[in-house]
């Protein structure tokens, strides 16, 4: 029930598509998504995170969709580029709790130029 | 202003050693988490601590401690190495524990049990 499962484990995407990345969760008092881009020979970063109260948030070339009543969520990329690629972990956690997130286990996103 | 910083880069030890990584948070941050990710596993997470005490722990056993110290950095110790325990073994801090908070990570230990 604290599983977060990501999909596809690997994605190869051409210059100027949209790479998406899916991610689906169970337990349903998880109330906070983040998502983590993490490039070679470096710790993860947060790149953009979503509450449940919204369905959607966009933060420049990256959109998270969220399902609440499918209990999913995803990782849009518009118009992605050759530097997007690094491998990207979606998480959930309790808002009101910073000690534990549970992540996904990556997506390894390449674009080919 | 510096990142978390974690030492070393690689480790590599035998099985049944004990392994030492260390990670200094971002100043002001005294939350630090510890997280194992091994290939293919994502993020686990390992442990938590604030203000000098482990505050929560993962499903991991007990030969996986560790400590923070009174400047906030913190020591994560595994004993009686395996050869699963190679991983890469990430830091992470965080202003507060209370209320959701960014995780910034460091670049990670990679250690590499033989």
């Known amino acids: 029930q604290q599983q977060v499962k990501q999909s596809p484990q690997s994605l190869i995407v051409q210059k100027g598509g949209i790479s998406i990345i899916n991610c689906a969760y169970e337990n349903t008092a998880f109330d906070y998504f983040p998502w983590y881009q993490q490039f070679p020979g470096k710790g993860p970063a947060l790149l953009i995170a979503i509450r449940p109260d919204v369905s959607e948030k966009k933060e420049g070339r990256f959109t998270i969709s969220f399902n609440k009543s499918a209990k999913q969520f995803s990782l849009h990329i518009m118009d992605s580029q050759p530097g997007d690629s690094a491998t990207y972990f979606c998480a959930a956690s309790w808002y009101s709790s910073a000690s534990k997130i549970i992540f996904g286990s990556g997506t390894r996103l390449s674009i080919r130029p | ?114």
């Open chain 2, 1 to 114: 202003e510096a990142g978390v910083t974690q030492s070393p880069t690689h480790l590599i030890k035998t099985r049944g050693q004990q392994a030492t990584l260390r990670c200094s948070p971002i100043s002001g941050h005294t939350s630090v988490y510890w997280y194992q990710q091994a290939l293919g596993l994502g993020l686990q997470f390992l442990l938590w601590y604030d203000e000098g005490e482990e505050r929560n722990r993962g499903n991991f056993p007990p030969r996986f401690s560790g400590r923070q110290f009174p400047n906030y950095s913190s020591e994560l110790n595994v004993n009686a190495l395996e050869l699963e325990d190679s991983a890469l073994y990430l830091c992470a801090s965080s202003l507060s524990s209370g209320v959701q908070e960014t995780q910034y990570f460091g670049p990670g230990t990679r250690l590499l049990v033989l």
